[in-house]
């Protein structure tokens, strides 16, 4: 077979490009559209929830125009886009270059707050690891601590006081396991860590009527009395209050138990 040189190819290379740039000539090539187009299109596609377009068209906000008078709002923006589709790191990261890029934003302000609120809304059942629920409750702190005048003040103080209460029922029901098996030692250990972190807890009255529990079964009377007088000065619900008339009728019942070992051993 003969083998054909390179050159001769060329005419033919040719006559293929002028073909295509006479088929291409009749469209006209588009170019990009300016930093507001794209930010409107972006606002548009955010008020009817398509996020992914939305993020596309805030991202090309921020290339056109990286510097420019919408920069920041489209940054925030795409920080409530990830939020709204519930990708809670994502949201985190645009929230955070937000405050690192536009730190003059009127924006920061509530983007601090939504950061924390990503990780809240990551916040697991107080059975599982409690990670993201302490990074919320930092992250809330420290909002407060930056902005204690804030408007968003009072619902991060209560966000705060859910996790609290999370934290608490976690290491309550720890002590509470361990006073269902008897080990009544480990589970005061858990109920005093309980009541020393999370002392302004709804959770406060249950660990102590828990510890009660085990103060009667070691026969600390003294312990339990001091106890007990502590938990007649708490507001109580109506099922705690049945555990405390419950935990004085164990407590006789262990005394009556004690008399007669007593005259037992008498005889």
Same mark, same amino acid.
């Given at each position: @077979? !003969?083998?054909?040189?390179?050159?001769?190819?060329?005419?033919?290379? %040719?006559?293929?490009?002028?073909?295509?740039?006479?088929?291409? $000539?009749?469209?006209?090539?588009? #170019?990009? @559209?300016? #930093?507001?187009?794209?930010?409107?299109?972006?606002?548009?596609?955010?008020?009817?929830?398509?996020? &992914?377009?939305?993020?596309?068209?805030?991202?090309?906000?921020?290339?056109?125009?990286?510097?420019?008078?919408?920069?920041?709002?489209?940054?925030?923006?795409?920080g409530e886009?990830?939020? +709204?589709?519930?990708?809670?790191?994502? $949201?985190?990261?645009?929230?955070?270059? %937000?405050?690192? !890029?536009?730190?003059?934003?009127?924006?920061?302000?509530? $983007?601090?707050? =939504?950061?924390?609120l990503s990780?809240?809304?990551?916040?697991?059942?107080?059975?599982?690891?409690?990670? +993201?629920?302490? !990074?919320?409750?930092?992250?809330?702190?420290?909002?407060?601590?930056?902005?204690?005048?804030?408007?968003?003040? *009072?619902? $991060?103080?209560? /966000?705060?006081?859910?996790?609290?209460?999370?934290?608490a029922r976690?290491?309550?029901?720890?002590? =509470?396991?361990?006073?269902? @098996?008897?080990?009544?030692?480990?589970?005061?250990?858990?109920?005093?860590? @309980? %009541?020393?972190?999370?002392?302004?807890?709804?959770?406060?009255? =249950?660990?102590?009527?828990?510890?009660?529990?085990?103060?009667?079964?070691?026969?600390?009377?003294?312990?339990? /009395?001091?106890?007990?007088?502590?938990? *007649?000065?708490?507001?109580?619900?109506?099922?705690? &209050? =049945?555990?405390? +008339?419950? %935990?004085? !009728?164990?407590?006789?019942? &262990?005394?009556?138990?004690?008399?007669?070992?007593?005259?037992?051993?008498?005889?």
């Amino acid at each position: @077979m !003969r083998v054909i040189k390179s050159g001769k190819l060329k005419p033919v290379i %040719l006559i293929a490009l002028i073909i295509m740039l006479v088929g291409c $000539a009749g469209t006209k090539i588009k #170019t990009g @559209m300016s #930093t507001e187009e794209y930010f409107k299109k972006a606002e548009t596609a955010f008020k009817k929830k398509r996020w &992914e377009s939305a993020i596309d068209n805030f991202n090309m906000v921020l290339l056109n125009s990286p510097g420019g008078e919408l920069a920041d709002d489209a940054q925030f923006k795409l920080g409530e886009c990830y939020f +709204n589709k519930k990708e809670f790191l994502l $949201a985190v990261s645009e929230y955070q270059q %937000l405050i690192e !890029r536009y730190s003059y934003s009127p924006f920061v302000e509530e $983007a601090y707050y =939504k950061i924390a609120l990503s990780y809240y809304k990551q916040s697991p059942k107080y059975p599982l690891d409690q990670v +993201n629920s302490l !990074r919320a409750l930092q992250s809330f702190q420290d909002f407060i601590d930056s902005y204690p005048a804030s408007e968003l003040r *009072q619902s $991060a103080e209560d /966000q705060i006081k859910d996790i609290r209460n999370k934290l608490a029922r976690k290491v309550f029901e720890s002590g =509470k396991l361990y006073r269902k @098996m008897e080990e009544w030692q480990s589970a005061i250990i858990y109920l005093d860590k @309980m %009541l020393e972190e999370f002392y302004d807890t709804d959770w406060v009255v =249950k660990a102590k009527l828990e510890k009660a529990h085990c103060y009667i079964k070691l026969h600390q009377f003294d312990q339990y /009395q001091e106890l007990i007088e502590e938990i *007649q000065k708490e507001e109580k619900s109506l099922k705690e &209050e =049945k555990r405390l +008339n419950s %935990l004085k !009728r164990l407590y006789e019942r &262990e005394l009556l138990k004690i008399e007669k070992e007593k005259k037992k051993f008498s005889k």
